[in-house]
């Protein structure tokens, strides 16, 4: 029965997806509805396994590595498919009161966040190269598919941007798998590094490989197609690429780093990704500071706060594995939580631009409570979620007296709390500035689902010893507790 989950866990939302485009009803919402809210109780036997057990392996088709498709479910993966679950639950709330299932829009919505919910379990499942570049592309499709319902020419272009950078990475992805399975003779990540044999071509396809899910990632320097991406898609659509979608190729990565490569010597090029991590939460944090528009600031906080995850690469101990894992998900919390708020802001005001959407302490005071609250976890106070990942980050660096990586996670959560607190500040606290012209109060329904995840942000601090305890059922290979 436990092996079945996995399947499940993919085919059900895709299955739905198809059903949702037939139907176009009350009927098709509630099914819908249904199968997104099941994606928790699904994962609960499965992470009981994994607690007792370590590992659930699956081979599809009874067809064992390397010849077939192998899903491999161990503690990194279940944390993820539980923030894909957590943030799928939220955007779901959300998405009820914006997408109506009747109507071509909200029936393309339901059906791509279906789509999307399935890809991203598959992608956190899979054990080999080609399996994960099959459900990347799945990803990446619907995400663009998302961006333009906002229907807006800055929407579509940014959603145009996207796609042909995400196909440039695609093709740089491929070509390195090509050249990977050429070598080693296998796809499967726990095979391919026992396998590889050491040389200019396996350094060419590792170095295609990583550039290609940087792009996809967003990491800096080679992020400029996220602020737009984010800044201009619908709101439950720029929570989802923030929360999860950007995180899909930071997995891939952390897996082929240290799981497949768990042999080589990576201490030079792990340097090279923490500097591009450094930069990226200094860049990042100076140019949310500077926006106009609220989501914009949010976005360019996105590209900020991947920053600190790089950090895992030159760190690379026990610590910095925890540290780096806990970012993911308090950040993909809090940040869903940023977006949904902002949403709220801009459906109520009409706009989004800061200096038009004041009083909001008086006229939306549960987003903008809401945005606060998941802003505490950005700029990594206690007691929340982001506190406590920067700290096992700050704790990694001081045991590796990596002094420069202390620096910048200091410096960066300071420029952290000089963008949420500059918002809080334009829109709250200040006279003499021109308003937007009309209000309309969001729907309780969606405040509420942003609360609920600024709220997950902070219990994730709270309830940090459990998490901690199981990530450390999962540490990759020559790490240990």
């Known amino acids: 029965m436990i092996a079945t989950l996995p399947a ?28 997104l809210l099941a994606m928790p109780a699904l994962l609960v036997p499965l992470t009981a396994e994994v607690w007792t057990g370590g590992v659930v392996e699956v081979a599809i088709g009874g067809w064992e590595a390397p010849l077939g498709i192998r899903w491999r479910v161990d503690a990194l993966a279940v944390v993820m498919l539980w923030l894909n679950a957590v943030v799928g639950l939220g955007v779901t709330l959300h998405s009820v009161t914006s997408f109506r299932i009747g109507e071509v829009r909200g029936s393309t919505f339901w059906a791509l966040w279906l789509i999307l919910v399935g890809s991203i379990n598959a992608l956190f499942l899979s054990a080999d190269l080609f399996n994960l570049y099959v459900t990347l592309e799945l ?44 070598q080693a003779g296998t796809l499967d990540l726990y095979q391919l590094g026992d396998r590889l044999q050491g040389g200019p071509l396996a350094v060419v396809a590792i170095t295609l490989l990583v550039m290609g899910l940087l792009l996809k990632s967003a990491i800096f320097p080679l992020h400029v197609w996220l602020p737009a991406a984010h800044g201009n898609a619908p709101g439950p659509v720029s929570a989802v690429l923030s929360a999860l979608v950007v995180k899909t190729t930071l997995y891939i990565l952390i897996r082929l780093w240290f799981w497949t490569g768990a042999t080589w010597e990576l201490d030079d090029a792990g340097v090279v990704l923490g500097a591009l991590g450094a930069a990226a939460i200094l860049y990042g944090s100076v140019a949310a500071f500077t926006q106009e528009r609220l989501k914009m600031m949010v976005a360019y906080s ?24 806990l970012q993911i998900v308090s950040h ?73 990586w202390m620096a910048v996670l200091l410096v960066g959560s300071l420029l952290a709390a000089a963008y949420v607190f500059r918002v809080i500040v334009l829109t709250s606290f200040r006279s003499g500035e021109v308003e937007a012209p009309g209000f309309a109060a969001p729907p309780r329904t969606a405040s509420v689902a942003a609360l609920s995840l600024a709220l997950g942000a902070i219990a994730l601090g709270v309830m940090g010893t459990p998490f901690v305890e199981f990530v450390n059922m999962g540490l990759p290979p020559g790490v240990t507790p």
């Open 8 to 35: 499940l866990l993919v085919l059900l939302p895709i299955l739905t997806a198809l059903v949702v485009l037939l139907l176009r009803g009350r009927a098709a919402l509630a099914l819908a509805l249904a199968v």
């Open 139 to 182: 990803v990446t499709l619907s995400a663009v598919g998302m961006i333009t319902l906002a229907g807006k020419p800055d929407a579509m272009f940014a959603a145009m941007r996207y796609l042909l950078l995400g196909l440039l990475a695609s093709l740089l992805y491929l070509l390195a798998t090509g050249m990977l399975y050429g």
């Open 302 to 325: 996105t590209v900020a706060q991947l920053g600190y995850i790089m950090l895992i690469f030159p760190l690379a101990s026990a610590q910095g594995f925890r540290g780096a894992t």
């Open 332 to 404: 993909g919390v809090a940040k869903a939580a940023m977006f949904l708020a902002a949403a709220n802001i801009l459906r109520a005001f009409g706009t989004d631009e800061l200096r038009r959407i004041g009083n909001l302490d008086r006229r939306a005071p549960l987003d903008l409570f809401a945005f606060g609250l998941a802003g505490v976890s950005i700029m990594g106070l206690p007691p929340s979620g982001g506190f406590l990942a920067k700290w096992l980050l700050l704790t990694a660096a001081w045991e590796q007296e990596g002094w420069i």
